[in-house]
């Protein structure tokens, strides 16, 4: 079976370009990616998860209103029993002047990763696969081998 990531944008956030990248990234890497679209609220996050089983939940934020879409969302996980990596990637804060700062507030809101704007999709897979220790790609390969 390979893992399966959740991915969406939060909030009130319309921004579906960088999702649809994502998504399309994800899947040929050899990740199941159910993707929710955009304006995807906490709740419709966790019942996803939980539908799923997801390994990951990859949440995309754009408009610079992330964090408080955001507070709230990993006791939610936790509640509905979600066991899952999270990553939150976009344009975190309104003018991300100092990232750091903005990775620090991310990771205090229980993400596992926060990632910025000019990451690349191959960024994002490569992380996640160091988290999940797989690679499905490797498997794909080596069952075309096979
Ligand atoms: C196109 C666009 C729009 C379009 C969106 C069309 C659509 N349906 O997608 C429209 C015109 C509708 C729009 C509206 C708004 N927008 Co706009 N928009 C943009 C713009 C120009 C490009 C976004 C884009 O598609 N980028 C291309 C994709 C490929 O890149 P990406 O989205 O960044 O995603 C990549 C990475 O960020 C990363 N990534 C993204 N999510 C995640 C998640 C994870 C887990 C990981 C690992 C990586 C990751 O990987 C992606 C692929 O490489 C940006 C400016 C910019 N240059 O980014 C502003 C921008 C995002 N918008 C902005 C704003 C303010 C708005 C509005 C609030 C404006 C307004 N006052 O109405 C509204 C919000 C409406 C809403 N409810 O969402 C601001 C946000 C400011 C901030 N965060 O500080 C920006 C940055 C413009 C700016 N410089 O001010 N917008």
């Known amino acids: ?27 040929a ?3 199941e990616v159910e993707n929710l679209g955009v304006q995807t609220s906490q709740e419709e996050f966790a019942a996803a998860a939980t539908e799923h089983d997801a390994d990951a939940v990859l949440v995309s934020s754009l408009y610079g209103h992330a964090e408080q879409d955001c507070q709230g969302f990993h006791e939610l996980l936790a509640r509905e029993g979600v066991d899952a990596v999270t990553f939150i990637g976009g344009n975190l804060a309104v003018g991300q002047d100092d990232f750091e700062q903005t990775r620090e507030t991310f990771r205090a809101l229980g993400f596992d990763r926060v990632f910025d704007s000019e990451t690349t999709p191959e960024e994002a897979i490569r992380a996640l696969e160091r988290d999940l220790n797989v690679s499905p790609r490797e498997t794909e390969t080596d069952r075309i081998r096979a």
Not at 2 to 9: A, D, E, M, S, Y
Not at 10 to 18: E, F, L, Q
């Open 1 to 27: 079976m390979p893992p399966t990531v959740i991915l969406g944008v939060i909030g009130s956030d319309a921004h579906v370009v960088g999702i649809t990248i994502l998504e399309q990234a994800f899947s």
């Open 29 to 31: 890497a050899g990740f």
